[in-house]
């Protein structure tokens, strides 16, 4: 008979904190889950644990694959997941106890597709607590919180009802640097109903290791030019560029985001040099030290239009 919950995990050199991750998941209070390791091509000891575990554990599968990133992992994972609904965990990542039971539940008692939860942030010692709530609860007005990161768009913060996987309109992301925004925002325009609910039960690990923390400048370009790749292929195929809310929202970010880029390069570096040199025919959203800022300022405080697109910045 088929589990209620599918619990997808993506594995990939993580062979320090998995046993945390896997072990939080079993000791959940909901225990209708089936529980589907995807071990991505870990080149150390993380496959091994998995099979250990699943070994142990009737409720899990395990999938060994060659590397292909975290997005064909969870792709992997949904395609073997028979829930009714679908949540992930990071495998370096951990949950508390009632973490399941409080998100299916709400799921049901609501009819809803969707609910997202408050989350820690872990780094070393420091643990950090952050609401999750959105402000507005309306297709557009979740992805312009998505897009400007008032509420987060992680996939792990969320269970979704399996359906909204296969329907017609979804695709999953062509890359894999922020990939959760690009998927979110695909669910968000699927679903029928998003709900919240207030509970600081997943645990988010900084850790210095992962794709999301790479600082080399080489990193720092292609994390920018996939970020790119998502958004204009999801903005194009959903015609989000004809909501001038949205497209504003996107502009925004991936302003933010350069700046991001930039920041901790210096500005007379060899470093700074290839990522100037991508980003030379737009412009950017910084402090005010030139016109150029000042006139971008006035285009986000004021909402004037330029003749921008962001396809036209990844064409470069």
């Given amino acids: 008979m088929a589990k209620e919950v599918s619990i997808i995990v993506p594995v990939y050199n993580v062979e320090k904190y998995l046993r945390t991750c896997l072990d939080s998941i079993l000791r959940q209070t909901f225990q209708d889950f089936e529980l589907i390791l995807i071990d991505d091509g ?127 309109i979804f695709e999953f992301p062509k890359a894999d640097f922020n990939e959760d925004l690009h998927t979110s925002i695909s669910l968000v325009m699927n679903a029928k ?57 996107l502009l925004i970010r991936v302003n933010n985001y350069k700046r991001e880029l930039l920041k901790g390069c210096g500005y007379k570096t060899k470093e700074l040099k290839p990522l100037l040199s991508f980003f030379k025919n737009s412009y950017r959203c910084c402090e005010i030290h030139t016109i150029g800022d000042f006139f971008f300022y006035l285009a986000s405080r004021f909402k004037i239009t330029f003749p921008y697109r962001i396809k036209k910045d990844f064409a470069q």
């Fill in 193 to 249: 109903k998003f709900i919240y609910v207030p509970s600081f039960s997943y645990h988010y690990r900084i850790n210095a290791g992962s794709i999301t923390n790479t600082r080399t400048p080489e990193a720092k370009l292609r994390k920018y030019t996939e970020f790119v790749t998502n958004m204009n292929d999801i903005y194009e195929r959903l015609n989000l560029y004809n909501d001038y809310d949205i497209e504003h929202a």
């Fill in 42 to 168: 870990s080149t150390d000891q993380s496959g091994l644990i998995c099979d250990e575990y699943a070994a142990q554990h009737d409720c899990m599968i395990v999938l060994h694959k060659k590397n292909a990133g975290p997005n064909a992992a969870r792709i992997d994972g949904i395609k073997l997941a028979k829930g009714t609904f679908i949540t992930f965990v990071d495998s370096d990542d951990w949950i508390e106890p009632k973490h399941i039971e409080l998100l299916v539940n709400s799921l049901k008692e609501k009819n809803a597709d969707i609910v997202q939860c408050d989350y820690f942030i872990n780094q070393d010692d420091k643990q950090t607590y952050v609401k999750n709530e959105p402000t507005s609860y309306g297709t557009k007005e979740l992805i312009i919180q998505f897009l400007h990161g008032t509420i987060h768009s992680g996939l792990p913060l969320k269970m979704v009802r399996k359906e909204l996987f296969q329907k017609k």
